[in-house]
T-cell receptor
Framework: SQKIEQNSEALNIQEGKTATLTCNYTNYSPAYLQWYRQDPGRGPVFLLLIRENEKEKRKERLKVTFDTTLKQSLFHITASQPADSATYLCALAGYQKVTFGTGTKLQVIP | DAGVIQSPRHEVTEMGQEVTLRCKPISGHDYLFWYRQTMMRGLELLIYFNNNVPIDDSGMPEDRFSAKMPNASFSTLKIQPSEPRDSAVYFC????????????FGQGTRLTVV
């Protein structure tokens, strides 16, 4: 069965450092991979989308990589700030189907 | 646009009662999704509509769950009868091109069945 794993349930990092979150998947061939941010009590908010034929995507301090051979996506936040503290979800989208990971809770410590 | 609007924000009901969750998508979005989020299972897709027509309801857990979209600006998710294991946060989301673009989520409805 299809499975998505996000590296750890929680990740603590010092302010100013680069946070790296991992999304691994098995038994799936997604055409697109998305990353969302979710704050407590709120719905997920879209951050970035990367297609299967793209290796890397950037947006301001955010960078996503997508390795279909390793079946892995990495999500980087450079120069992290306390305001980046949230849960980050990856979502894999294929034909007529989208599956979300359970998320990684990022805490940026001042 | 005010974004995706869900109501109510919180719902507490007794087991066996009927529950109706409501959603107003963003105007012009042709796709509407209903999700359920729990600590154990994360965010799960229940059903989605394209142009008001249900396309995939394979995520709907049981016959107790039903969803409708009578027009482009309104959708409901109904649970009848409700059970304690239905307790979760239910999200509605809309998008312009299905899975292949960003989805805009509502604030969610936190359902507690006692």
């Amino acid at each position: 069965s299809q499975k998505i794993e996000q590296n750890s349930e929680a990740l603590n990092i010092q302010e100013g450092k680069t946070a790296t979150l991992t999304c691994n998947y098995t038994n799936y061939s997604p055409a697109y991979l998305q990353w969302y941010r979710q704050d407590p009590g709120r719905g997920p908010v879209f951050l970035l989308l990367i297609r299967e034929n793209e290796k890397e995507k950037r947006k301001e301090r955010l960078k996503v990589t997508f390795d279909t051979t390793l079946k892995q996506s990495l999500f980087h936040i450079t120069a992290s700030q306390p305001a980046d503290s949230a849960t980050y979800l990856c979502a894999l989208a294929g034909y007529q189907k989208v599956t979300f990971g359970t998320g990684t809770k990022l805490q940026v410590i001042p | 646009d005010a974004g995706v609007i869900q109501s109510p924000r919180h719902e507490v009901t007794e087991m066996g009662q009927e529950v109706t969750l409501r959603c107003k998508p963003i105007s012009g979005h042709d796709y509407l999704f209903w999700y359920r989020q729990t600590m154990m299972r994360g965010l799960e897709l229940l059903i989605y509509f394209n142009n008001n027509v249900p396309i995939d309801d394979s995520g709907m857990p049981e016959d107790r769950f039903s969803a409708k979209m009578p027009n482009a600006s309104f959708s409901t998710l109904k649970i009848q009868p409700s059970e304690p294991r239905d307790s979760a946060v239910y999200f509605c989301a809309s998008s312009t091109e299905g899975y292949y673009t960003e989805a805009f989520f509502g604030q969610g409805t936190r359902l507690t069945v006692v």
